[in-house]
């Protein structure tokens, strides 16, 4: 019999990568995914099976994780041996804006999903991983940050992580479940959500190089994270939950770089040196050289400059995460890097660009979404 997995945010960026990593070893594979006015499963378009067909080993559920009723129908039915929590409101600035809804989401969203395994009878058959995240440690308390540093979390969001964090460790301790906490750090890739600003540097660098945005605006360029490719974090999250006892474990690289020095290496991918000048608010990013001929940037313009309604009312200002105990536990190792991850991204999204400049040069129109 195949392993059976359910993820929870199946239609995210993590939830695509997981889902086809756990086909690949067999499982099947149930996802859970919100009703939308629009479809909302590009990225698991390519998994996709169609409903009609026997025997098939991707099947989507509808769900909502405000939802109690709704979960444990889920759970009932399905029966997981593996429940992967990654569903959430993840933004860190919109959860200023919606911090009610996120608490009920990412922080009562993972006590529901605890609560019907525990109703359900299944405390032995279920392991649960958590999607906990580095916004735990927030203001810095120790530097770099691993298991055993002192959360201090700085937006809604993360203090509706923080319950979920110690909602799973006491799920774990009262009940014996298998229930685990992956401390994961900032992770990308080209499937990451278009206002992180990961992607929104790597579209917008690709645009600005095919001449269809002038500008990228953004906010603290001062921030430090420790990024990561997603392809390398699904890994760890299975490798958590096949352990002999549950742990909680940081994952990270180790390495940590400012928004603005990634935003550089977007440039130079496209061949373009990008020179910063003066501070805060008034800090501009002028282009110094271009040595690709295929990309017509003129040396002197401005393409980045600062938007303070992107600044957060509390920041996060650096993050570097210790990994030594998932490398050494759970034999975990990254295969990408920070400039192989910036290479993927930008390799993806010159190619996406290039796409809605074939259309725009066939005189079809082109929508540009800003943020
Ligand atoms: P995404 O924002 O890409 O995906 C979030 C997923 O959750 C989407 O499938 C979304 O559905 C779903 N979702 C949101 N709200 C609900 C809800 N109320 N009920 C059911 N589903 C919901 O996030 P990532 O893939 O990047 O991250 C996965 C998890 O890991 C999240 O919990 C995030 O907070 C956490 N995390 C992420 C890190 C990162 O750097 N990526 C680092 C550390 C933790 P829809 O597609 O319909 O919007
Ligand atoms: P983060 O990711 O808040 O770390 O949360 P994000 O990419 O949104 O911000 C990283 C840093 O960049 C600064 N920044 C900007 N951010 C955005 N989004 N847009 C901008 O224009 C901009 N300009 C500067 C931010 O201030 C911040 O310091 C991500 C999410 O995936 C969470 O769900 C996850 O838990 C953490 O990573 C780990």
Redesign the pocket.
């Given at each position: 019999m195949p392993k059976i997995a359910l993820i929870t945010g199946i239609t995210g960026q993590d939830g695509a990568y997981l889902a086809e990593f756990l086909l690949k070893k067999g499982y099947e594979v149930h996802g859970i995914k919100r009703r939308s006015s629009l479809f909302n499963t590009d990225r698991i378009d390519h998994l996709y099976q169609d409903p009609h067909v026997e025997n098939r080993n991707l099947i989507l559920h509808y769900g909502d994780l405000t939802d109690s009723m709704n979960l444990t129908r889920i759970i009932q039915e399905v029966q997981p041996d593996e429940i992967y929590n990654l569903a959430?409101m993840?933004?860190?600035?919109v959860s200023f804006d919606t911090p009610e809804y996120t608490a009920n989401a990412d922080g009562l969203g993972t006590l529901r999903i605890l609560e019907a395994i525990r109703l359900l009878g299944l405390t032995e058959k279920t392991r649960v991983y958590q999607a906990s995240?580095?916004?735990l440690y927030g203001l810095v308390q120790e530097v770099p940050q691993k298991e055993t540093t002192p959360f201090y979390p700085r937006s809604p969001?993360a203090v509706a992580?923080m319950y979920a964090y110690w909602i799973t460790v006491n799920y774990r301790e009262a009940y014996n479940m298998y229930a685990c906490n992956g401390i994961?750090?900032?992770h990308e890739s080209p499937l990451r959500g278009e206002?992180?600003?990961?992607r929104?540097i790597t579209r917008a660098v690709s645009k600005i190089a095919l001449g269809m945005q002038d500008c990228l605006?953004?906010?603290?360029?001062d921030?430090k994270?420790d990024w990561g490719h997603a392809k390398d974090y699904i890994k760890a999250m299975w490798l958590i939950l096949q352990q002999e006892h549950p742990e909680d474990y940081v994952i990270a690289t180790g390495v940590t770089t400012t928004?603005r020095d990634f935003v550089k290496m977007a440039f130079a991918e496209v061949g373009v040196e990008l020179e910063f000048k003066g501070e805060a608010e008034a800090e501009v990013g002028i282009i110094k050289a271009c040595s690709n001929p295929e990309y017509q940037v003129a040396i002197g313009t401005e393409v980045v400059k600062v938007d303070p309604a992107?600044?957060?009312p509390t920041?996060?200002?650096l993050?570097i995460g210790d990994p030594t105990k998932s490398k050494e536990k759970l034999g975990w190792e990254p295969e990408y890097d920070l400039a192989g991850l910036v290479k993927d991204m930008m390799e993806s999204d010159v190619k996406l660009m290039k796409k809605d400049r074939y259309l725009k040069d066939g005189g079809y129109e082109v929508l540009n979404y800003f943020?």
């Open positions: 959430a993840s933004h860190v600035k995240t580095s916004e969001y992580k994961l750090f900032n206002t992180f600003v990961t929104k605006y953004l906010g603290n360029m921030a994270r928004v992107y600044y957060r920041e996060v200002e993050l943020e």
